[in-house]
């Protein structure tokens, strides 16, 4: 399977040239068969890979790829990182490797053909077109300890793309990542252990860099990607920056907990004192956002005072 994929990878960087290039120069550049040339890449488009083939032309890239560079990524980390080209899921295969890691250590992967986001949904996977990441971290005091770990996770994540120059970026209660008011980013955290004693944590990130349009047609809702960006953020840089900076901070956040994020919450949250409304049920909820509270509940404001929210099925909106 690696040889396969250090095949694709080739025909890739040899596409990633930009405009179109023959099926019989590919097969040259690389020394293979034009046939095997043809295999490689309708075996790519399986993988969500939009490839233009045009006779007379040849092939050419739909979207820009960006693909992590394995060296530079593990030599930029102090823990141990796991890099596939394809895998299910990065959090799975942690969590299945739980007993053999140290907190920071990281799964990434070009693809997972079973991409989870929150609430059972699906999160599309295209190959090399995103970043797919998972970090392992064991808290010793369980599960409550962990309370608000995904507001923190998100403030980590914004911090990062605006110190690479990502503008217009923020978070909306309790861990999505906006672009423009459209949705870059997610977060899933999964947990194994106890309530009170020692608790496996595995956190799951996925990140918009370059989205087809054939892929974005999986998508039920707005969705914005880095590539629109006049100048796109390294990929594999952002994957080392982002584990150093969720390394800063869970070690902070197991000292001093959720308060020690609060201001910064505010700074990252996009409706912060905005007119909000919590979906919950059948039930609406409306007032003014008024940041969090210790515990990572959502603070409205209305005629009944100040009031916390908080909940898996809690959904926020603008008014």
Known sequence: MHDQWQRKRAIIAELSRGGFISGEVLATNLGISRAAVSKHIASLEEFGVDVFSVKGKGYKLATPLSLID????????????FYFDDIPSTNAFLLGHVNELTSGDLCVAEYQSAGRGRRGRTWVSPYGGHLYASLYWQFSQGM???MGLSLVVACSLVTVL????VAGVGVKWPNDIYLNHKKLAGVLIEMSGQADSVCDVVIGIGVNMSMSEQQSQKIDQPWSDLSELTQMPDKTMLMIKLQQQLVKDLEQFEVDGLKAFKQLWRDVDLFDGQPIKLLMGDNIVEGTCCGIDDQGAVLLQNELGIQAYIGGEISLRAQ
């Not at 060296?71 to 990182?81: I, Y």
């Not at 605006?162 to 120059?165: C, F, I, S, T, V």
Request: aromatic share 0%; charged share 25%; glycine share 10%.
């Open 70 to 81: 394995e060296k530079v990524l593990k030599s930029g980390l102090s823990s141990r990182c």
């Open 144 to 146: 409550a300890q962990a």
């Open 162 to 165: 605006r110190n690479m120059g």
